[in-house]
Structures are given as structure tokens and as C-alpha cells.
């Protein structure tokens, strides 16, 4: 073999080290019994802000004692489990002299890692260029930093988020390292339904096993051959995917968690990813297999992201059938406009709403599956029209096995939203009081939360 690698051959040859994940992802594992409930962690994503009259509670509102706007009147039944956040701005794109791009690039990229964008020759709406994101997210720091022996390190999902550049990504493995969304429910049923495959009995079980241990050993014998053969950038991305290969190792011998909600899925129907008409029926089923997952324990990590934004699509179910990103950029003067909008936020927060019952109904000992969660919802801007990072909407749904006091509404008065990020680590677990950029992210967490 040469003693040196081209980029392109090392692409090669790490793909095709990494053409066994797929299969290995899929192995049924034993479960672990009388473990305690685990904590989970869901982000969720709409574009373009909000309509902020119709998304904050009304006039008058205290800590306590508020009233949900319209748009999270769907949330009404679950108001003692939220956490209404006012006054965060994602600093890192409030700030012109840190890091290229337009607003929704900066805000996006921003959203769940804190950090600038690098530089790059993908467009915003406004001409501006940058690359993706500097850092790796929140999501994605849980995962690395706690590596939870489930099947599935993480779940991403997505409802029509088909743009593959930086307004189209909100989880991030590393600097630059984007993780896709799966916007096909069958896609996402594949990767479920292979946790309930029947385990192999007596020695063709152990013979099962031990050949899956080969596999991973001969991947990483690979790994570890090419390691001081390429560049340093190539190395530590190297390093990243064999982190990822010992996790798989560990989740060898752990499985599904038993109980009356972890039932097998049924295969979905076939959907037109792409399709408005199909957008409902996705949204539902991307919801019902992210329950099911998360009440199977095949994952403790995941995230949604409803769009991008890019936002180019309509809801004709609605009867709105301008383009959302346009809609979003005709201001408060254009009610028409204004009130597409606001059904439009609304529907977002049914879908959500839809799996936090789902969450609800689920009993972990003497909680539920949405106590031992927390979802995280929120947007790129607060105000589409005027591009604005100041203000943007958070809502945090569930406590995180107890660690957050809910039923509350807060308002912050202008903090960076590093510290909503390492609130959220230090809820899952992960000691820390610094997250993202440090010009932002070196104040601790968010306080009064806990």
C-alpha cells in the first residue's frame, strides 16, 4: 500500500470501512432490567420566528400566573410541564463581527451549538456566504460525553427538511460535520423495527455475536492502520467515527426496554417526502416512531426539524399557500399574511403536542416518559421580517426527571442561548459550565431554572 493517501482515496477507503454500520445499527440486543428510567433529550425546529403577540403569553403574565398566546394554546392541558423562555438571543449571530453569513444561516447554525459559522460559498437569502457550523451540538455533546448504550446513539428526523446545506441542518457531530435528518417515516421504520428483531437461540445466538465482534474489531484494526497516514483534519475525523464504532460495540449486549408502549411498529404507508399533501401524514408519523422509540429506550437522544430555512413550501391543508419564507417577510402590517402565520406556528405546536401526549401516557415508575424528557422547541429568528436574534422563542416541555421547575414562564432580558445549551447538558448529566463559542458561552447556566 503507498505510504501516503489522497483525500479522495482516504474518503474511499473510510467509507468503505464504514459500509458495515448500517448492518451493525440493526443488531437486536438484550435488555437491561430494573434499570432506572433514563433521561431524554428532544430538539425540535421551525423557521422564520414568530408572530411574538400570538407566541408569548398575554399582557400581565407573571412567573407563575400566565396565560399560553394562540400559538401554544395547544400546549394548554400540559402548562404545569412547561417552561416558557423570554429574552434569549442567539448571540453568536447577533453579533456582526464573529463568523460570515446571513441571518438565517448564523441563527441556524447557532441555534444548538452556540457557535459562529465557518467560512464557506453556501447562500443565504441576502447574498451572504458562509460554510456550516463551527461546532458540534447540543444533542450531539450528550451523545459523546455520555455515550447511552442504546441501539441508536441518536434519532434524527425530519419533516420535509430536505436542503442539504447549512439552512437545512440543525444537529452537528463535530466543527463542520452536519448530521442529516431522515425525512422518510419508512426510512426512519427500517431503522426502529430492526430493534425487534428475534434474538437467534442457544449457539447460533453466541456464534451471531461473536461474528458481529469480528466485523467491529476488523473496521477498527483499519482505522487504527490509517491513522498516522493522513492529515491531521482527516485524523480527527477518524477519531470521531471510531468513538462512534466503540459505542456500537457497547450497545452489543444491550436492547429494547420492555413494557406495554414499546410495541413493534407497523410498516408506514408510502409518503412523497417532498409532497405538501403528504406533510401531515409525515409529521404524525414522524411523531409516533420518535414515541416509540424513545419509550423503547432504542434511543435517549433525537431531534426534529419541521422545514428549513429555506422554508420555500405551502400548507395547502391550512389554505396557505404562499411560500413561508415569504409570508415570513411581509410584516405586521399584512394580516393576511400575519394570520397564515399564525396557523401555520399553531400547527407546529399540535404536532408537538400531539407527541407530548403521546410522552404523557407513558408510566416510568411514578413519572411518565414526558417527565424523564425534556423537549427543547425553537427557531432561527424571532421576527422574520426584521431577521431579529433577539427575543427568540424557546419552550422547554418536561423536566428531565425532575431537574427543571415547570409551570413556569421567565424572562432573561437578554442572555446568550450558550446558557440555555449548558442547562440542558447539565439537566442530561453532563457536568459543565461552558458550552459553544466562549465569547458567549462561559457564563454557566441559565439561572432559576432548576
Known sequence: ??????????????????????????????????????????????????????????????????????ILQPFADFQDRLLVLNGIEISVANEPRVGPGGPHQKGLGGLFTGRELQTGTMADGDGSLAGWANGISVDQEVVQRLNPPTLLPSLELGVRATASDVMGRISYSGPGSPVPPMNDPGEVFQRLNSGFMQDLAGPEQAVAREQRRLVMAAVQSQYAALRPRVSLRDRQKLERHADFLNGIVRRLDYGIRPGPACVQPAEPRKVAVEDAQDMPDIAKLQMDLLALALACDLTRVASVQFSTAINNIAFPWLNSTAEGHNLSHRGPSDTAARDQLVARSTWYAEQIAYLVRQLAAVTEGDRTLLDNTVLVWGNELSVGNTHSHENVPFLLIGSAGGYFRTGRYLNFGGVPNNRLLISLLNAMGVETSSFGHPDFGQGGPLPNLT
Open 1 to 70: 500500500m503507498p505510504s501516503s493517501f489522497t483525500r479522495r482515496q482516504f474518503a474511499q477507503l473510510l467509507a468503505g470501512a464504514f459500509s458495515t454500520l448500517p448492518l451493525l445499527e440493526a443488531l437486536p440486543a438484550r435488555a437491561q432490567d430494573g434499570a432506572a428510567a433514563p433521561k431524554r433529550l428532544v430538539l425540535l425546529y421551525n423557521p422564520n420566528g414568530t408572530i411574538t403577540d400570538a407566541f408569548w403569553p398575554t399582557a400581565g403574565a407573571t412567573e407563575r400566573e400566565f396565560t399560553l398566546g394562540p
